[in-house]
Nanobody, 122 residues
């Protein structure tokens, strides 16, 4: 089970840190991703953290502003977001990838958190 939290309302240029706490499984050997979704649009890839090297990887629109990290001792993955823009407004989801699959494709992920709303005002 994954529980995402830390969203909220922030002004443009502000910062937020999202957390995703896992229970029932360890994330230390899991590929962990963050995705986001706005009404009427498909869920889109934001960032991914692997445990075996390579990456992290980010979608182009957040590079230099978002940082994905993990604390295996706390079984938690984070998404630090700075310089937020109104276009970052979305529900953000964390997810655990299955045994294999494209990092950037929602279909590769088996378990999803419930989502946390991020709203950036202009």
């Amino acid at each position: 089970q994954l529980q995402a939290f830390g969203g909220g309302l922030v002004q443009a240029g502000g910062s937020l840190r999202l957390s995703c706490a896992a229970s029932g499984r360890t994330i230390s050997r899991s590929v962990m991703g963050w995705f986001r979704q706005t009404p009427g649009k498909e869920r889109e890839f934001v960032a991914v953290s692997t445990w075996y090297g390579g990456g992290p990887y980010y979608t182009d629109s957040v590079k230099g502003r978002f940082t994905i990290s993990r604390d295996n001792a706390k079984n938690t993955v984070y998404l630090q977001m700075i310089s937020l823009k109104p276009e970052d407004t979305a529900v953000y989801y964390c997810a655990v990838r299955g045994e294999s699959g494209n990092y950037f494709n929602t279909a590769s992920y088996d378990y999803w958190g419930q989502g946390t709303q991020v709203t950036v005002s202009s």
